[in-house]
């Protein structure tokens, strides 16, 4: 079972960029499908992106164009490069993994993944 830990998130201006990482301990990295989600407050934890065991990328579609994410299973770590932030980008950042098994396409669901880390604040002032 693999261990995930969150790192990156900060306090940040509309318009600026941050680059959240997680990295992955005890298991075999390269076989998991790896995603991110956003909680905000008060609200449920919603689909940001997800990435494949090869490396397939899917997004939700408030963040395609400014999110990017990508794996480097060298270093175990799944990253989430965030430009052009907004303000309702603010959210705990949640990295999640699921080994393999299904479509990336379907993989928008929280439950699907089996998991998570402890989450990362991000904060997009105005």
């Known amino acids: 079972q693999v261990q995930l830990v969150e790192s990156g998130g900060g306090l940040v201006q509309a318009g600026d960029s941050l680059r959240l990482s997680c990295a992955a301990s005890g298991g075999t990295f390269r076989r998991y499908h790896m995603g991110w989600f956003r909680q905000a407050p008060g609200k449920e934890r919603d689909f940001v992106a997800a990435?494949?065991?090869?490396?397939?990328?899917n997004y939700a579609d408030s963040v395609k164009g400014r999110f990017t994410i990508s794996r480097d299973n060298a270093q175990n770590t799944v990253f989430l490069q965030m430009n052009s932030l907004k303000p309702e980008d603010t959210a705990i950042y949640y990295c999640?993994?699921?080994?393999?098994?299904?479509?990336?396409?379907?993989?928008?669901?929280?439950?699907?993944?089996?998991?998570w880390g402890q989450g990362t604040q991000v904060t997009v002032s105005s």
């Open positions: 990435i494949s065991d090869d490396s397939t990328p």
């Open positions: 999640a993994a699921r080994f393999g098994g299904m479509p990336i396409q379907l993989l928008t669901v929280a439950r699907y993944f089996t998991t």
